[in-house]
């Protein structure tokens, strides 16, 4: 297996990223926190993983925190598979797996295939396999490889504005870096990427899914990315814990970060 670990790149005054080469494709991901036990965060696509570091300096004392971030992969199997490649490089053996929308799919699949890794899997405002929602995002998939990028950045646009809580507090700390995630030129192939890997999961993945892991689900009461009719989470994981946020939309680490903090404290 062909890795090589790349510089440092910098997102924030405070923390850092590293890159690494996985059989030819450049991985990104943040290592963080000073804890003896370990908290791998699957995070959102929206925002990259930006709004997971302000999670960071809760919990750094007691976890060490891996956050990556996603490369344009099609196939959410081979996500998967260069996933636990990146967590075997870091010498990653056990670890609480937190998931958060289309990083919750990748948790799923994850902890399905390497069990023995996931000490506790925590899923957050996603989906399990719905082929209903495969097939949507299959027609806005090819819709979207034959219109000019901006109308595929516009289509995230939207998705952002009725994931948001309409709030002063959120337009003045979220409002540029959004901006600037919806005009970056490599959004178009990015989304499209991410598209594929929502479409072979929703078919991939059987839906009699066994967890052989402890397993909590948070949903977002509004969540209208995924919404209630494709969430088939209680029928596939009848024993989860289930915690469901009152009047969050989809981005909940953003809307609802105080009541979310109360949750996974209590949790990890």
Request: aromatic fraction near 12%; charge should be positive.
């Amino acid at each position: 297996m062909n890795t090589h670990i790349l510089q440092k790149k910098s997102y924030s005054p405070k923390y850092s990223s590293k890159k690494i080469l996985i059989d030819g494709t450049e991985w990104q991901y943040y290592d963080l926190g000073k804890g003896k036990k370990t908290l791998v965060i699957f995070p959102n696509i929206l925002l990259f993983p930006q709004e997971w570091l302000e999670y960071v300096k809760v919990f750094d004392k007691t976890y060490r925190v891996i956050i990556p971030v996603y490369p344009p992969l099609s196939d959410y199997r081979l996500m998967v598979r260069q996933l636990h490649t990146l967590l075997h490089l870091l010498q990653v053996k056990r670890f609480v797996l937190l998931g958060n929308s289309i990083g919750g799919m990748f948790a799923q699949a994850y902890s399905v295939s390497y069990p023995e890794d996931v000490e506790k899997l925590i899923l957050l405002a996603t989906i399990a396999p719905s082929k209903g929602y495969g097939s949507l995002v299959r027609m806005l998939s090819v819709i979207g490889h034959m219109v000019p990028s901006t109308l595929v950045q516009a289509f995230v646009a939207f998705g952002i504005a009725i994931s948001l809580t309409k709030s002063e507090e959120n337009r003045k700390k979220w409002g540029p870096l959004l901006k600037k995630h919806i005009s970056h030129k490599g959004t178009k192939l990015s989304i499209l990427s991410l598209a594929g890997c929502i479409y072979s999961f929703c078919f991939g993945l059987k839906e009699e899914i066994k967890q052989k892991v402890p397993l909590t689900i948070i949903d977002a009461q509004k969540d209208a990315v995924f919404p209630f009719i494709f969430q088939n989470l209680s029928k596939i994981y009848p024993q989860a814990v289930y915690y469901s946020i009152p009047n969050a939309k989809h981005l909940v680490e953003i809307n609802k970060k105080e009541s979310l903090v109360q949750i996974l404290q209590a949790l990890i």
